[in-house]
């Protein structure tokens, strides 16, 4: 009986593991047409500084949005992208994105937005990524610092000393460098002296126990006290109420990142944030 059990077991995982290739595989071949098809676009999420709320910063995040059926998470695309060679073509739009829509911006007269885009680590392995992102920021007549790029550290544990080069040559033209997701990925802290760092963001799942949790408290202030102590700009990541808030102006963070402030949103949404700011809340706030 028991063995017949085991039997069934085998066969529901067997099953489960096919309905799961079928679906990536799905997923890629619809991922590969998206671009052409203009389902992707770019969403921009504001950072505030956590003492004054004003906007200092906007994140770019990928959003996938097929014609037929419902939006896709990068958090499920942007893997299978990594794992198809597809990334490439996906973070070449982002970057030319970014680029086309932070030069709009400053035609339009906003003077001070600053973006910063996602590259992971399959994208930093093909050996032009960072040639092709300064050539893009340059060709559409933005300064280095008019767009940062944000990076794992499981990014840099796989970095040799090319990508090293190269990160140092885009740091010392002024182009901001963040580690993301600080302390989730499988790595020591000696990263933090070899890499050329701007900025330090705290994970969300440290900011969205730390109220509950001594542990997660702890360890975000070490990561607030190194990234200080480092010179960086301290970023908590996934805010999402007040209480989350009170700590992180308690620990001194520098810039807050989370729904409690603002989601996600399309470019449109973010250019009557900016014409707000320009004549109203920032004037006043000032
Ligand atoms: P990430 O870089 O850590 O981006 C932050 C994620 O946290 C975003 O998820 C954002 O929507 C979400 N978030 C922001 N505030 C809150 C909050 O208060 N609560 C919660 N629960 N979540 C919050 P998103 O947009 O789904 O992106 C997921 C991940 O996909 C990103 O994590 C990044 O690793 C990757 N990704 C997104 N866009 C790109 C891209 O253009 N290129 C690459 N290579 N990766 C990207
Ligand atoms: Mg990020
Ligand atoms: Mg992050
Ligand atoms: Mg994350």
Redesign the pocket.
Known sequence: HAKLEGRNGLQFFHQRLHDELVHQLDLMERLEKALDRGELS??F?PQVSAVSGHIENF?????WMPAEGAPV???EF?PL??QSGL?HR??DW?VEEACRQQAAWRAAGHLDSRID????GS?LARRDTLERFEACVKAHGLAPGDIGI?L?ENVLIDADHQILDGLRRLYHRGVRIAI??FGTGYSSLSYLKHFPLTAL?I??TF??DAPGQPEDRAIMEAAVFIGHRLGLEVVA????NDEQLTLIREMHCDLV????FY??MPAPDIERLLSGLVTGHRGVAD
Request: hydrophobic share 35%; net charge negative; glycine share 8%.
């Open positions: 770019l969403w999420q994140e770019a995040l990928l959003r998470s990068p958090a942007i992208a990594e990334i996906l973070g982002v885009i996602n590259l992971s994208q944000e794992t993301d997701d963001k994970d969300r900011v969205h990541e996934g805010v999402e990142q989370g729904y409690y989601r996600p």
